[in-house]
């Protein structure tokens, strides 16, 4: 018998532990440190205990978010110039040949008008 998630699940202030800050979604993440944004020391430590984390959890949410968002950024500008660059190579790489198909539809109705206004040219 395992005692392990009985340690997990025991809260040790006396409160409920909804669950391990490990297994927080992002949106719980964020709702919680914009709820503890404003709190003094002693509120942030109340609302730490009766939610199961530790204010530093709250800390490297914050960094975890700022340096996501900061390198999204940079990410969504290179990306963003790398699909300009390809679409401007997929775009010139169609108009060459939507070039090439109207010649060879042009020569092979010049070849089929040729055909019926002289034959074949195998007649002998």
Known sequence: ??????????????????????HWSVKEKFE?????????????????????IFPHHLENW????????????S??????????NEIKSLSFELQRKEKALAEAAALLMLKKKATDLWGTGEED
């Open 75 to 84: 990410d969504d500008v290179s990306e963003t110039k790398k699909l300009k």
């Open 32 to 52: 919680s440190i914009l709820e503890t944004s404003k709190l003094s020391q002693e509120e942030l430590a109340e609302y730490c205990r009766k939610k199961g």
């Open 1 to 22: 018998m395992e005692r392990k998630d009985l340690i997990e699940d025991t809260p040790t202030s006396g409160g409920a532990i909804e669950k391990s800050p490990y």
């Open 62 to 73: 914050k960094v975890e978010f700022i340096e996501s968002f900061s390198k999204g950024r």
